[in-house]
Nanobody, 123 residues
Framework: QVQLVESGGGSVPAGGSLRLSCAASGRMFSLYAMSWFRQAPGKTREFVTAISGRDGSTYYADSVKGRFTISRDNAKNTVYLQMNTLKPEDTAVYYC????????????????WGQGTQVTVSS
């Protein structure tokens, strides 16, 4: 089985930056497509970004394109989310998720999920 642990959340003013990390403790990390989702209180969980295991291709929701960057270090079994030019509407709990094979924008298509880390952006 795979365990995922997010870290790096915090509070920043609008326009600031944060880098989130997701450490995986399972086997064969490079076989998994890794994704980030987020959920604000009273809102549905939404897809943010994904990176494939096969070739490292990246995919972004329109709301974060140009501001967020996903990357992975397979030697460290870790995926990162660099968030720049943060906006108040980015405030949410951020979750990483893993899926064997092709990436998916659906939360329920994933095999493993982390516990989440809080990101708060003040106006």
């Amino acid at each position: 089985q795979v365990q995922l642990v997010e870290s790096g959340g915090g509070s920043v003013p609008a326009g600031g930056s944060l880098r989130l990390s997701c450490a995986a403790s399972g086997r064969m990390f490079s076989l998994y497509a890794m994704s980030w989702f987020r959920q604000a209180p009273g809102k549905t969980r939404e897809f943010v970004t994904a990176i494939s295991g096969r070739d490292g291709s990246t995919y972004y929701a329109d709301s974060v394109k140009g501001r967020f960057t996903i990357s992975r270090d397979n030697a460290k079994n870790t995926v990162y989310l660099q968030m720049n030019t943060l906006k108040p509407e980015d405030t949410a709990v951020y979750y990483c998720a893993a899926r064997i094979g092709r990436y998916s924008t659906s939360w329920y298509d994933h095999n493993y999920w982390g516990q989440g880390t809080q990101v708060t952006v003040s106006s």
